[in-house]
Nanobody, 121 residues
Framework: QVQLVQSGGGSVQPGGSLRLACVVSGVTLDARAIGWFRQAPGKGYEGVSCISSIDGITNYLDSVKGRFTISRDMVENTVYLQMNNLKPEDTAIYYC??????????????WGQGTQVTVSS
């Protein structure tokens, strides 16, 4: 049984930082790409970042490049999303997902429970 349990998130002022964590069980990080997605109020899902399984190649949504960093701990089977210089437009519910393949496809298969990130002054 594959499960993804998220932690982190919360409310910060613009320019602040938050770190999200996603603990994965039931599948190892060298088998599936892990992606972070978000859904802002009134909008659809968008892929924020992803790390591929075997080679750890990362990618980012253009609007978060240089501000967000995805990383992983293969021993703890955990993926992190460090978010710096947060902006109000980053406000959304963030989800981690074990994608359908080992490469970053943008298609989630198993999902975490979601965590709210609010950036406001």
């Amino acid at each position: 049984q594959v499960q993804l349990v998220q932690s982190g998130g919360g409310s910060v002022q613009p320019g602040g930082s938050l770190r999200l964590a996603c603990v994965v069980s039931g599948v190892t990080l060298d088998a599936r790409a892990i992606g972070w997605f978000r859904q802002a109020p009134g909008k659809g899902y968008e892929g924020v970042s992803c790390i591929s399984s075997i080679d750890g190649i990362t990618n980012y949504l253009d609007s978060v490049k240089g501000r967000f960093t995805i990383s992983r701990d293969m021993v703890e089977n955990t993926v992190y999303l460090q978010m710096n210089n947060l902006k109000p437009e980053d406000t959304a519910i963030y989800y981690c997902s074990a994608e359908v393949a080992g490469y970053c496809s943008g298609v989630g298969d198993y999902w975490g429970q979601g965590t709210q990130v609010t950036v406001s002054s």
